[in-house]
């Protein structure tokens, strides 16, 4: 898969189960600087809804795409300010 944005930097959860990988990229995102782009790379399913549900719920965030690949699911979230 290529995605059409630069990655800023990654965030591996993968073993958190609910509510940690939201709770991971809230902190990672709050240390980026506007623009910036974060990869988040989880196993837990509940993370599409969960990191989702956040991200438009939350200001300063856009979830440009989720991706799941077997087991595996990334999620690509921009800081937007």
């Excluded at 993370?47 to 719920?57: E, F, Q, V």
Aim: a negative charge.
């Amino acid at each position: 898969m290529s995605v059409n944005f630069d990655i800023t930097e990654t965030l591996d959860v993968k073993g958190a189960s609910c509510p940690m990988p939201v709770v991971k990229t809230k902190s990672a995102v709050d240390d980026l600087d506007e623009g910036d782009v974060l990869e988040v790379v989880a196993t837990d399913p509940g993370s599409m809804s969960d990191l989702d549900g956040w991200a438009s719920g939350t200001d300063g965030v856009e979830m440009l795409d989720q991706v799941e690949e077997g087991d595996v699911y990334t999620h690509y979230v921009r800081k937007t300010e």
